[in-house]
């Protein structure tokens, strides 16, 4: 069970840059010096009285001491700007952690995760947490790019999947004359056919609106309940 949400304090240890457009930042912990939370949660960063933007924690639980973030800042407002301008020493303040996009272990459903672009960030926490903890369930992943280089941390979900057999990784990248221009579409079509039978299943979704919705109604036409699709809606 993750702690209660609350004002906390951190200091910018490491910034890289996975692709031109998506950083990851490490923030250590100052206080709490530990942040309790579950894989998939987020934080609150401020940016003024009623201003605010949300970043997926993309470290697991484990490492509850410095927290890895990780963003795409090609929309370019001021969250993406305040990302990018992140550098070693910078003080962050933050709220958190927050959302109920994660996954009880008590829960036996085969999970269903299905990651549009930066979607990735908080199945990556689960993942790893999986990874690290045991994944005693079979799982699968679908992931969507526009382009090779949207798919992130897809090494490391491939790695993920060569050492658990329970894993199953799918790559789906965005081609102009396929069906997977529209990640709404291409997305919902692979899922589709990777989720043939939806007994027992829990499904994951992260992304974008189109996507979360087209997504939740192919499943839901195939048989799942409404309330067994969970979502994090980034944009
Ligand atoms: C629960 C939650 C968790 C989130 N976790 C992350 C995360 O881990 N990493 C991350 O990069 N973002 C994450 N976001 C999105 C993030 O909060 C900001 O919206 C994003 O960084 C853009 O902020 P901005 O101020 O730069 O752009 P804004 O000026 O707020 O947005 C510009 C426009 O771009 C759209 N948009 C925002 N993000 C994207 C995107 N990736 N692709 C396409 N369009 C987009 C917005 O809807 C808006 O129309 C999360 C959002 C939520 C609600």
Redesign the pocket.
Known sequence: MAGKARACRARVVAVRRLTPR?LEADLRMEEPPELDFAAGQ?VSVPFGPKTV??????SPPTRPRVLT???????????????AGLAPGAAVGFTGP??G?VLARADARRPLFVAE???I??VRSILAWLDETGFGRPARLVAWARDPGGLVYDAECRSLARRHPAFVYHAVVASADGPWREAAGGLAEVVGRVASDVGGLVAYV???EATIHAVRDLLVAKGLERKSVKW????
């Not at 933007?53 to 993309?58: T, V």
């Not at 973030?69 to 990302?83: I, Y």
């Not at 994090?232 to 944009?235: D, H, N, R």
């Open positions: 998506v987020w933007r949300a970043y997926s924690i993309a973030l990780c963003a795409d800042v090609s929309p370019g407002g001021l969250g993406s700007r305040w990302f927050l959302g996009f672009e930066i979607g960030v908080p992260a992304g974008g994090e809606k980034f944009w």
